[in-house]
């Protein structure tokens, strides 16, 4: 059995992957040195390897990723039907929901405006702020990620409306919670409107210039899901225009986001380049490696893996 590990790992992340298959030869690789015949033969494969070498790996048997969005690699041809795919579901919820909490309060409180009048050396008062006690929000993607951050601001006083896919009991961080069908209906009661969506076809463009109509004045959009879940030139329109508060974007459509664009001179509008996961925060890489681990003892021991995509869904 031999199993690639793609992720930066230290001593002590080795030690817990090797524990749980001590017969098992690991290789480790960085993806930025990665060559592929390195690794053509592994049966596990724990990190995202580049889509274009996926189809050279003969032997595999199961794809650990390391993120919990599965992209292209959920896509037909790109896994053989006999692969396991599982991703990293459970890791990122808070490290990217306290980034959620910190560009929302940024824009609440103007302190973007405040930076930029500081790089000018200017003391002057930007006007009125808000609150997030006793506001609306509407957490569209109830996964890892979502319920973090409603539990957030459930927290701080606001009162939440959650949005999923698959009917399910209401947890207590919501005060209401909903299907897909009824986003429209409640676009125009949200003080927050937050994104936490996997790319899928429904997905794409749930933002778009006639629901973004039909958001609340002075509503801000947060979206760290995948940037085409928002149409990007109606969203700036929406923006100059002062129909909304704020956004604040993690992921954006284009991704990057070309210098050229007219949403990086928005005032109003935050932008992070896809940076709230990631490995920024330690604690967000343990879970990670704490969720592969936990998966390999499972694969060992012929148990059922936890995180197994649904290819069809697309998460």
């Known amino acids: 059995m031999k199993i690639a590990v793609l992720l930066p790992v230290r001593e002590k992340h080795r030690r817990l992957l090797e524990e749980r298959a001590p017969k098992a030869e690991f290789l480790y690789e960085s993806l930025k040195t990665l060559n592929i015949e390195h690794i053509k033969d592994a049966d596990i494969i724990i990190g995202n390897p580049p889509i274009k070498t996926v189809r050279e790996l003969k032997n595999l048997k199961w794809l650990q990723l390391q993120s919990a969005g599965v992209g292209e690699y959920a896509d ?3 896994l053989s039907e006999d692969v396991l795919l599982t991703n990293a579901s459970g ?3 808070h490290a990217i929901s306290e980034h959620m909490l910190g560009v ?4 609440y409180k103007k302190l973007h405006i405040y930076r930029d009048q500081q790089n ?3 003391w002057s008062y930007a006007g009125k702020v808000r609150t997030i006690l006793g506001s609306t929000a509407l957490i569209v993607g109830l996964g890892d990620i979502g319920g973090e951050f409603a539990a957030r601001l459930k927290a701080l006083g606001a009162y939440t409306i959650g949005i999923k896919r698959k009917a399910s009991i209401k947890p207590d961080y919501l005060d209401e919670l909903h299907m897909m069908d009824m986003l429209e209906a409640l676009l125009p009661c949200a003080d927050i409107v937050a994104l936490s969506l996997p790319e899928t076809p429904q997905t794409r463009n749930i933002i778009n210039r006639d629901r973004i109509q039909l958001m609340k004045q002075d509503a801000v959009l947060i979206n760290v899901g995948r940037g085409n879940a928002v149409d990007t030139e109606a969203l700036c329109d929406a923006l100059v225009s002062g129909r909304l508060w704020g956004a604040a974007l993690d992921v954006t459509d284009p991704e990057p986001l070309p210098k050229e664009h007219r949403l990086w001179s928005i005032q109003n509008a935050v932008i992070t380049p896809h940076v709230s996961g990631g490995f920024s ?11 592969c681990a936990a998966n390999l003892e499972a694969y060992m021991g012929g148990w059922e893996l936890s995180n197994l995509v649904d290819r069809s869904a697309g998460y």
């Open 120 to 122: 000018k050396s200017q």
């Open 104 to 107: 929302l309060l940024e824009l």
């Open 76 to 78: 037909p041809g790109i």
């Open 281 to 291: 925060l330690e604690l967000t890489f343990d879970k990670i490696i704490g969720i």
């Open 91 to 93: 890791a990122y919820g």
